[in-house]
């Protein structure tokens, strides 16, 4: 079972990413708002929907109660999605064809998770750590397009 | 010698040739009514967050949603079994070792505490003002009075476990016991053990969050917060397993008369529990920013692995128990299995033992080694999978076998014959089928990505709706989650009657009838033995009084064939649901 874990974190397309480090909460807001401003392409329900260039690092804010803003990614491109909470902790969940993927997002901590989606479509985001009476409707979306 | 010693308000129970100590007797089942009583509080809020998780039914409004589910959460997970595991300890220091209960006071006062703490936390949680979980992960800020709740019932608790400690030491040195102690009563003691332990990571986690709530402290950051939490989240779930495991080995001895084929094995894998299954808690970090993969490959790997050992060997050494018992004791050694179609099957204490110890092992065991592999985390980090498996092994497993003890502890506490002996019987099937099929379905709805802790499934009031669980294969799920919920509560309240109909309704006499245990106790007399739970390792009698036994219990000759192709099912079992598990992620897309 060891050989195993260690052999998929080393050889296997899907390992649970590492790179993390701290963040000021005023900070990341900052770099959000600065990305948004500068990548934005529209709106969906009130949330900016951004593209950042392709390979170019994406900023994804998890706040009370909403995942910021909806990202549209190209298909087969790898992106650096870094992911913090500018108040209390969530939970990114990335839903797709009856499975999910799930990390742990926390104020003062900028994760990094680099993903390269291979299929087109919409994809949600739902918040899966309780944070608050919002919980329930804390969502986000990744756009993947050709 | 101990057989002189001054009569200190001992009454004898022939049953189980005890000599019960009153002061013991009244705080175990003080504790243990009181664990019953938050069983069914706890029970009724689980009927309410249960029943409205399909779209077709929905009433509670979310804030209640979220209370209760906070409340259900801390009533049972903290303070149902807490306590009932303090019972259990006051009983094995006192009546399995045939000796007094000490500091009569103080452990009065830690029960104080304990009944006010969880008043607090849980009026606090129900009235709104700590609608944070009971994993209570800051920055999220209770009112300072739910913290301080939990924090007395962990004090309460750390103090009853000085006293079973105080106990034991006590009855040996003053020779009401000799010899080793009972198996039963050493894995209580590591249940004790690991408890001091986790018990103190998670005042530091508490008090740390007491203090920011009340502005002493300027803030608490939240990845430190996890890791000292989870020293207690996961660390009492240590207590649970040592805790279920010795009551685990009560049942044999009780239902089919049985002991373990190997004390020295036994007595090691208590061991280990106890050196290593701490260092598992990192594994509800794995999904987290903060930590290096060295170390969660370390904390998911050879420490952890050691505990899970652990954990096999005893699921080794209890059906082979029951297996050799039925063999030797009774007679019943046709082919590999008549030992278990024969057994006593509608013995609650044994139907909720076997039952606990298949969902354990089957369900809770394999789900809880596949969630804290690396990758596999990433699939199910808190989505109803991670509920799914607790409901597995602390439902399904430490409650069923709880109940499973206190259908004898009960009336040898209360003197009191049980009430409903047929509702008694049909119980632990009823409860087991319950807890099966809500936690299975919780597992389906998982692997979909069905959130936790959500009170609304179809996201359809989201800014960015998506109607991800209202489909078929979820809701299907969720009706599994419903109607097994149903069915659990129906057995979880007959297992109250039972036990509050005996409380108050049940005949008062001398000598409780308690079924088999009876029969056992009666037996071994007959045979110049000590009841099988007594025995210790070396197989003397601890009746103080009584002279060390020449005839040592040795069941060494026989073998239990039967067990070993179980075992060799169940490693099949686990090979299959891991290479499944790896299945799915592959069809994820890269990520790292
Ligand atoms: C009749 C039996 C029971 C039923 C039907 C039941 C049902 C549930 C449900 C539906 C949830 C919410 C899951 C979610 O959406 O997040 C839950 C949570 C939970 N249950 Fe139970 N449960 C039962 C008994 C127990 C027992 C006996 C224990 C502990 C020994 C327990 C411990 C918990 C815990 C710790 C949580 C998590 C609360 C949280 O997320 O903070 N449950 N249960
Ligand atoms: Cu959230
Ligand atoms: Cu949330």
């Known amino acids: ?146 | 010698m101990a057989a002189e010693a001054p009569a200190r308000d001992f009454l004898a129970c022939e049953a189980t040739h005890f000599r019960i100590e009153r002061h013991g007797r009244q705080l175990a089942l003080a504790h243990a009514v009181g664990a019953v009583v938050l069983l069914a509080i706890g029970g009724l809020m689980a009927l309410l967050i249960a029943i409205q998780r399909v779209e077709a039914v929905q009433f509670i409004n979310d804030d209640w949603w979220y209370r209760l589910v906070a409340a259900h959460g801390a009533a049972m997970l903290l303070f149902w079994m807490l306590l009932f595991e303090v019972a259990a300890l006051y009983w094995g220091s006192t009546m399995l070792l045939n000796a007094p209960m000490r500091l009569v006071k103080v452990a009065w006062t830690a029960f104080g505490m304990m009944v006010l703490g969880v008043l607090l936390a849980t009026g606090m949680m129900l009235a709104g003002q700590a609608t944070v979980m009971f994993t209570a992960y800051p920055p999220m800020e209770a009112n300072p009075l739910f913290y301080l709740g939990v924090i007395l019932v962990a004090v309460g608790v750390l103090i009853a476990v000085a006293i079973f400690f105080v106990n034991v030491v006590a009855a040996k040195r003053e020779g009401y016991h000799r010899g080793s102690l009972p198996l039963v009563v050493y894995g209580l003691a590591a249940a004790a053990i690991i408890a001091v332990y986790s018990l103190g990571t998670g005042a530091v986690a508490y008090v740390s969050l007491f203090l920011w709530s009340v502005g002493l402290v300027e803030n608490v950051d939240p990845a430190f917060y996890r890791m000292f939490f989870w020293g207690i989240g996961h660390g009492a779930q240590q207590v649970n397993l040592a805790a279920m495991v010795a009551v685990w080995y009560a049942l044999v001895g009780f239902t089919v008369g049985g002991r373990t084929i190997s004390e020295s094995l036994s007595r090691l894998a208590f061991l280990l529990l106890i050196a290593f299954i701490h260092l598992g808690a990192v594994h509800h970090l794995l999904v987290d920013p903060g930590l290096g993969t060295s170390h969660r490959l370390m904390n998911t790997s050879y420490l952890l692995y050691l505990a899970v050992l652990a954990s096999l060997i005893h699921a080794f050494c209890i059906p082979s128990a029951i297996e050799v018992a039925q063999r030797e004791r009774h007679g019943f050694t046709k082919g590999l299995f008549q030992w278990l179609v024969r057994a006593p099957w509608k013995e609650p204490g044994f139907s909720s033992l076997v039952l606990s110890l298949v969902f354990f092992g089957f369900i809770g065991g394999v789900t809880g080694v596949i969630m804290s592999s690396m990758q596999m985390n990433m699939l199910v980090h808190n989505t109803l999978f991670v509920p799914g498996h607790f409901h597995g092994t602390v439902v399904a497993g430490a409650t069923l076998a709880f109940m499973g003890i206190a259908y004898y502890l009960l009336p040898l506490l209360s003197r009191r014959n049980l009430v409903g002996v047929a509702v008694a019987r049909l119980q632990p099937y009823v409860f087991f089928a319950g807890v099966a099929l809500f936690s299975l379905g919780m597992i389906r709805a998982g692997f979909y990505g069905v959130p936790r802790r959500s009170a609304d499934l179809s996201y359809q009031a989201a800014p960015l709706p998506t109607d991800s669980f209202i489909q078929t294969g979820p809701q299907l799920a969720m009706w599994a989650v419903l109607i097994g919920a149903l069915i659990a509560v129906v057995g979880g309240a007959m297992f109250i009657y039972v036990m509050l109909a005996t409380l108050f309704a049940g005949k008062v006499v001398d000598r409780p009838d308690v079924g088999l245990v009876l029969a056992y106790g009666a037996q071994e007399r007959e045979r110049g033995l000590p009841a099988p739970t007594m025995v210790a390792a070396d197989g003397h009698s601890l009746i103080g009084g009584h002279e060390p036994h020449d005839r040592k219990i040795s069941w060494r000759n026989f073998e239990a064939p039967g067990t070993v192709t179980l075992v060799f099912i169940f490693l099949a079992w686990f090979v299959v649901m891991y290479a499944l598990a790896h299945f799915n992620i592959a069809r994820l897309w890269p990520v790292g």
């Open chain 1, 1 to 146: 079972m060891f050989t195993a874990m260690v052999a998929w974190q080393a050889l296997g397309e899907q390992r649970i990413p590492v790179e993390s480090y701290r963040v000021d909460q005023a900070t990341f807001q900052s770099e959000v708002d600065a990305f948004v401003e500068a990548r934005q392409i529209g709106e969906e329900g009130g949330v900016p929907v951004v593209e950042p260039m392709p390979g170019e690092d994406a900023y994804l804010q998890a706040m009370m109660f909403q995942f910021r803003p909806v990202l549209q990614l190209q298909r087969g491109e790898t992106y650096r999605l870094l992911v913090s909470s500018t108040d209390v902790q969530h939970g990114l969940s990335l839903l797709k064809l009856g499975t999910s993927y799930n990390f742990q997002v926390l104020p003062g901590y900028l994760y990094v998770i680099r993903l390269t989606p291979e299929e087109t479509g919409e994809f949600s985001l739902v918040c899966n750590e309780f944070c608050g009476l919002g919980h329930h409707v804390m969502t986000g979306r990744i756009v993947v397009v050709d």
